[in-house]
């Protein structure tokens, strides 16, 4: 069974910048697509940004030009960078995982097998 753990979550000012990551195990499985979801109190889990084995990305049109998601296969971690944050990005963050190898990603939660219990992000104005 695959171990999916987000981190670097927390409380920030408008305009602030914090950087998510999340380790997966085993190894093997960050070469497939991920992805970044969020879901803030009665909303509907989002997609924030994914990002395919080959390390081309694609982002919600919300978070264009402020997030930036990446890998580090070496390290078995997925990022997310999030700069100019403001209250709207406010949410439970959650990575997801791929069980298998693809040429895709998508902002469906139902594409991804594995996923993490979360990490907060609250964004003050």
């Known amino acids: 069974q695959a171990q999916v753990a987000e981190s670097g979550g927390g409380s920030v000012q408008a305009g602030g910048s914090l950087r998510l990551a999340c380790t997966v195990s085993?190894?093997?499985?960050?070469?497939?697509?991920m992805a970044w979801f969020r879901q803030g109190p009665g909303t509907e889990r989002e997609g924030v940004a994914c990002?395919?084995?080959?390390?081309?990305?694609a982002y919600a049109r919300s978070v264009e030009g402020r997030f930036t998601i990446s890998r580090d296969n070496a390290k078995n971690t997925l990022y997310l960078q999030m700069n100019s944050l403001i209250p709207e990005d406010s949410a439970l963050y959650y990575c997801a995982v791929q069980r298998y190898h693809s040429n895709y990603c998508s902002h469906y939660p139902d594409v991804y097998d594995y996923w993490g219990q979360g990490t907060q992000v609250t964004v003050s104005s």
């Open positions: 085993p190894g093997a499985l960050t070469s497939n697509s």
């Open positions: 990002i395919v084995g080959n390390g081309r990305p």
